[in-house]
């Protein structure tokens, strides 16, 4: 692309805010993706110039840059070959693992690597176009962590961010990437790096003194052989709350909410598990769990029942169909053992759902099981507290980043599977009092600290980094 104009606020990320979707008629349509990234972002890009440079999800396809609402969007090719080594091998089956506690192992390959290199370069030739002298670029999460040191090469005058939206782990773990050095290295290009927690950016600091030999000072990094000093701290993401409350309370999705109930067969207690699926979120855990509190005879299939929304996801990674497998089939035992005619225990439902669906799902949730292993932040139990406007419960694994913030849920350690039944029956029998007022302080919190204010935090992180931005 000849860059025909530049832009004073530049995103990069893997994914385009759009979705491609061909129409009956066989035209190709963007569709903005709902997601809350692209929320956040309308909201700091207002009134500014901005492009977003990303994939389009298509493979071996590069449309021009387009328009849409004023924001420049910038496709970056990716072959079909780029997208198994760059994005399914390293990113989702070296780095994934490795970032998420190794869960499950980690895959290394030097094709993958030598892929990831090659399309962060990539990225930081096509930001450098498009950002104008003196810009700020933002680069988003683990698929592009070399960006921000190539962008600095290339263009020493821009200001450059990049925040991680998945933890970032422990040295010892982080030790074991092939890569490591670059990585550190390609992240200590930036001026600002935000994480989900102060003990991420913990961990990443402590990385840069243990691999690197870096000297640090509280939450700055002195960049080895450079004069350059690199701040490092929390800035947790969060969702658009009052747009998510306001969907919630529509007549439309308070009658949807009425109408599942129903189809549900009206039971005393519906408890909700939504998440990808993925392994980190801890989804047989908790069916694990489910299914002996049915056999134990501690809860009835008669009056409460699971429904777990699991969004189809990485399924060319072969860690992903085996969970998909697993998963699967414990669905089919809990059902054939315990579900009354007319009826299923579990609910599964292994497809995405509209906004509306899946608030109408929020609403009518007595109990939210949110119960990773491992997880950055978790969206999932702030669009729960946003939505249920009653006396619900939160059961929340200490493993999420959502937990720093979220104190009165129901906290769970997902791994001691007695102890998360108890925590499932404690928060099913609290009394409605108790149950009322945790939810609204658990509201008021994610009300107070959306995705809005989250944004805002961090580009003013940005802007004074390496010092702190004034109180
Ligand atoms: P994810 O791992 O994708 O994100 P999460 O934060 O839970 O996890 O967000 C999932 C989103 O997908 C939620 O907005 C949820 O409503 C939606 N969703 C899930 N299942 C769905 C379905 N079946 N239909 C429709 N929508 C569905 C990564 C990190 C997280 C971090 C986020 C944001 O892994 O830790 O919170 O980025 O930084």
Same mark, same amino acid.
Not at 16 to 42: F, H, I, K, Y
Not at 96 to 120: C, G, L, M, Q, S
Not at 313 to 320: D, F, L, P, Q, T
């Given at each position: 692309?000849?860059?025909?104009?530049?832009?004073?606020?530049?995103?990069?990320?893997?994914?385009?805010?759009?979705?491609?979707?061909?129409?009956?008629? =066989?035209? @190709?349509?963007?569709?903005?993706?709902?997601?809350?990234?692209?929320?956040?972002?309308?909201?700091?890009?207002?009134?500014?110039?901005?492009?977003? @440079?990303?994939?389009?999800?298509?493979?071996?396809?590069?449309?021009?840059?387009?328009?849409?609402?004023?924001?420049?969007?910038?496709?970056?090719?990716?072959?079909?070959?780029?997208?198994?080594?760059?994005?399914?091998?390293?990113? *989702?089956?070296?780095?994934?693992?490795?970032?998420?506690?190794?869960? @499950?192992?980690?895959?290394?390959?030097?094709?993958?690597?030598?892929?990831?290199?090659?399309? *962060?370069?990539?990225?930081?030739?096509?930001?450098?176009?498009?950002?104008? !002298?003196? #810009?700020?670029?933002?680069?988003?999460?683990?698929?592009?962590?070399?960006? !921000?040191?190539?962008?600095?090469?290339?263009?020493?005058?821009?200001?450059?961010?990049?925040?991680?939206?998945?933890?970032?782990?422990?040295?010892?773990?982080?030790?074991?990437?092939?890569?490591?050095?670059?990585?550190?290295?390609?992240?200590?290009?930036?001026?600002?790096?935000?994480?989900?927690?102060?003990?991420?950016?913990?961990?990443?600091?402590?990385?840069?003194?243990?691999?690197?030999?870096?000297?640090?000072?509280?939450?700055?990094?002195?960049?080895?052989?450079?004069?350059?000093?690199?701040?490092?701290?929390?800035?947790?993401?969060?969702?658009?709350?009052?747009?998510?409350?306001?969907?919630?309370?529509?007549? =439309?999705?308070?009658?949807?909410?009425?109408?599942?109930?129903?189809?549900?067969?009206?039971?005393?207690?519906?408890?909700?598990?939504?998440?990808?699926?993925?392994?980190?979120?801890?989804?047989?855990?908790?069916?694990?769990?489910?299914?002996?509190?049915?056999?134990?005879?501690?809860?009835?299939?008669?009056?409460?029942?699971?429904?777990?929304?699991?969004?189809?996801?990485?399924?060319?990674?072969?860690?992903?169909?085996?969970?998909?497998?697993?998963?699967?089939?414990?669905?089919?035992?809990?059902? =054939?053992?315990?579900?009354?005619?007319?009826?299923?225990?579990?609910?599964?439902?292994?497809?995405?759902?509209?906004?509306?669906?899946?608030?109408? &799902?929020?609403?009518?949730?007595?109990?939210?099981?949110?119960?990773?292993?491992?997880?950055?932040?978790?969206?999932?139990?702030?669009?729960?507290?946003?939505?249920?406007?009653?006396?619900?419960?939160?059961?929340?694994?200490?493993?999420? =980043?959502? #937990?720093?913030?979220?104190?009165?849920?129901?906290?769970?350690?997902?791994?001691?599977?007695?102890?998360?039944?108890?925590?499932?029956?404690?928060?099913?029998?609290?009394?409605?009092?108790?149950?009322?007022?945790?939810?609204?302080? &658990?509201?008021?919190?994610?009300?107070?600290?959306?995705?809005?204010?989250?944004?805002?935090?961090?580009?003013?992180?940005?802007?004074?980094?390496?010092?702190?931005?004034?109180?």
């Amino acid at each position: 692309m000849t860059a025909r104009r530049t832009y004073d606020f530049v995103i990069a990320a893997n994914r385009l805010p759009v979705d491609r979707v061909v129409t009956d008629d =066989g035209e @190709v349509e963007w569709q903005r993706s709902p997601g809350g990234l692209v929320t956040a972002m309308e909201s700091v890009m207002r009134g500014r110039e901005a492009a977003w @440079v990303g994939w389009s999800g298509q493979a071996d396809e590069a449309p021009e840059p387009f328009l849409e609402n004023d924001l420049l969007l910038v496709p970056i090719e990716l072959t079909a070959q780029e997208v198994a080594s760059y994005y399914e091998g390293h990113s *989702n089956d070296s780095l994934w693992p490795i970032y998420h506690d190794v869960i @499950v192992p980690a895959t290394f390959r030097r094709r993958w690597a030598a892929a990831y290199e090659k399309v *962060n370069r990539r990225f930081a030739q096509k930001c450098a176009e498009v950002a104008a !002298p003196g #810009a700020t670029v933002w680069i988003h999460d683990y698929q592009l962590q070399l960006v !921000p040191r190539m962008l600095r090469v290339l263009r020493p005058d821009v200001r450059i961010g990049w925040f991680n939206h998945i933890p970032f782990p422990p040295v010892e773990l982080f030790a074991q990437l092939p890569m490591r050095h670059t990585i550190l290295k390609g992240l200590l290009g930036a001026d600002f790096l935000g994480f989900q927690r102060p003990a991420d950016a913990e961990n990443f600091l402590r990385a840069c003194r243990r691999l690197l030999g870096a000297k640090t000072k509280g939450d700055v990094v002195d960049v080895p052989d450079t004069d350059r000093r690199v701040r490092a701290a929390g800035v947790p993401i969060s969702i658009d709350a009052a747009g998510l409350s306001e969907l919630a309370q529509t007549d =439309g999705v308070q009658a949807r909410a009425a109408e599942i109930r129903e189809q549900l067969g009206n039971p005393k207690t519906i408890l909700l598990g939504v998440d990808r699926l993925d392994y980190t979120k801890g989804i047989r855990h908790r069916m694990k769990a489910f299914g002996e509190l049915l056999t134990d005879g501690r809860l009835d299939p008669a009056d409460t029942m699971l429904v777990q929304v699991a969004s189809p996801s990485r399924e060319r990674v072969a860690a992903y169909r085996e969970l998909r497998h697993q998963v699967e089939r414990t669905v089919g035992n809990i059902n =054939g053992a315990h579900s009354p005619i007319g009826s299923t225990a579990v609910t599964y439902m292994h497809r995405s759902f509209p906004r509306e669906e899946m608030a109408a &799902l929020y609403c009518v949730a007595d109990v939210m099981l949110v119960t990773p292993l491992r997880d950055g932040m978790n969206l999932v139990a702030k669009e729960y507290v946003t939505c249920h406007d009653g006396p619900g419960a939160l059961v929340l694994s200490e493993f999420t =980043g959502a #937990a720093n913030e979220l104190k009165q849920a129901f906290r769970c350690n997902p791994h001691d599977i007695e102890a998360l039944k108890h925590t499932i029956l404690a928060a099913i029998d609290a009394p409605e009092a108790e149950r009322t007022k945790r939810m609204r302080a &658990l509201r008021r919190q994610v009300a107070r600290n959306d995705v809005q204010r989250w944004a805002s935090n961090y580009l003013d992180a940005l802007k004074y980094a390496p010092d702190k931005p004034p109180a």
